[in-house]
């Protein structure tokens, strides 16, 4: 190993463990908080590996390596675990600890060989070249899961992104910006490290695995500790068993959807629900008189749009109405709020979503005009 390698190693080490002492200190760390401390603890496990291999004078070392070497394993499932905590709200349950099974398997599959050389087990460690076949079926065990665990988070981001144009009038799209980064980042780690096995052990793909590694659990647990809620949408209550695809299953044909034009045209035209920048599905339901099923179904089927599209859609009508009649140095910003909008960034996603410009083009155009 060289001096890059147990300078990244030792840096790993050293971060991931404080970060994981951190997240534990909190005051209510909650089970995404705990869930990310165990996370940084098996990273800290994981790197500071190669650096005791060094030494082959220490005693059970090869029966520790044997343990650690394994530990990505429960690197997948972390991430999963972490996005359903903050997705659904939930917290553990037994059933959780069955997403291990993979590291029992690799450790399993690798006790008898405890005892082989520390040469082999380094050049496992570090460029990811088995040369046993334990070690072979160990190491696509972690791929595997690897792969399954990446479509596994891209469903749930999916899934929840769903679900907020389907409850919510107003969503920061930052955060599935900030959560489809976390998702490709962690794909990349990966893409690396099979690369680096497959091409027989390429040393700059292994070493950018790790670094790639360290800078993606540090930085999910810098942001969560400073701001243990900033990936969770406000007023969107999940529990496990709703999803978009349940909340939206069962959904009428046209013809047998009750007709609800006349009270939807009361509360969004004539009372002007949609200036409510808390409104939600539920909220619009209540004052329709209807379940949240029932109009869900009615936007869906008779409007053909979700309900995020179905209410933003007045809030522009409405924006473009106050642009046209305000003085050229009302601010862009204040209108956007007063016509319903929680914030900027809701604001000019949407805008350009429905009229394909920015809102300074868009004033400009009425000025050309």
Known sequence: MDNLQQYIHATSVFNSFALGGLL?????????????????????????????????TLPGIQRLAVITLWLPATFGPL??????????????????????????MCVLLTYANTMESLADINVLRQQGIAKTLSHQLAQGIIYTQAVVYA??????????????????????????QHLLFVWGLNLLV????????????????????DVLLLCLIA????????SPYYLRLRNLPVTETESAETVMEGSKPPSQCPDLSTELSEVMEQQQAYLDPELTLDTLASRVGVSRHLLSEYINTRCDKNFHRFVNEYRIEH?????????????????????????????NHVFKQYTGLTPSQYRQSLVTV
């Open 79 to 104: 991430l999963y675990l972490y996005l359903n905590s903050l997705t659904q709200r939930r917290a553990y349950r037994w059933r959780d600890s069955l997403h291990f099974l993979p590291l029992l």
């Open 219 to 226: 930085g999910l647990a810098l942001m969560h500790w400073k």
């Open 24 to 56: 534990l200190a909190q005051s209510n760390p909650g089970y995404a908080g705990r869930i990310l401390a165990l996370w940084c603890f098996c990273l800290s496990l994981f790197s500071v590996t190669p650096l005791l291999l060094i030494s082959d």
């Open 190 to 209: 990966w893409l690396c490290e099979i690369l680096s096995s497959a091409l027989g052990g390429v040393y700059a793909l292994a070493l950018g695995a």
């Open 319 to 347: 924006l473009c109405q106050q642009l046209s009649a305000a003085p050229a140095n009302a601010k862009i910003l204040d209108l956007a709020l007063s016509s319903g909008f929680s914030s900027k960034s809701t604001f």
């Open 151 to 176: 479509l596994l988070c891209g469903r749930v981001i999916y899934q929840y992104r769903r679900l907020a144009e389907y409850r919510l009038s107003n969503y920061d799209p930052s955060v599935f």
